[in-house]
């Protein structure tokens, strides 16, 4: 299983960024795609999460009407449109996967697939 990431950055509070996530060597169609954050000192966290099929998101309380999760079928990507963003949010960004549609696992140790990182930082 391959997931890479791509689209971190800096920007100001209040500026967006949309992060992807491809995915490979993995059966999607019965699948959990998501995303988790770690800042410097902090523990992973559980930012949101969709099921392939069904489309079933789940968002951390922190992010809910700000951040936006999608799916590309054609290309077999999971999409993270961050609107509003806040310093809050400076993190590095993980992709993650997990065997199952169930998206209401939010703990990292349920979720056995990662990517590598992507830096995202929000400038005060």
């Known amino acids: 299983v391959q997931l890479q990431a791509s689209g971190g950055g800096v920007v100001p509070t209040g500026g967006s960024l949309r992060l992807s996530c491809a995915a490979s060597?993995?059966?999607?169609?019965?699948?959990?795609m998501g995303w988790f954050r770690q800042a410097p000192g902090k523990d992973r966290e559980f930012v949101v999460s969709i099921t392939w099929r069904g489309g079933d998101t789940y968002y951390a309380g922190s992010v809910k009407g700000r951040f936006t999760i999608s799916r590309d079928h054609a290309r077999d990507t999971v999409n993270l449109q961050m609107n509003n963003l806040e310093p809050e949010d400076t993190a590095v960004y993980y992709c993650a996967a997990r065997d199952g549609m169930s998206w209401h696992y939010t703990s990292s140790k349920k979720w056995g697939y990662w990517g590598q990182g992507t830096q995202v930082t929000v400038s005060s």
């Open positions: 060597g993995i059966s999607l169609e019965t699948s959990t």
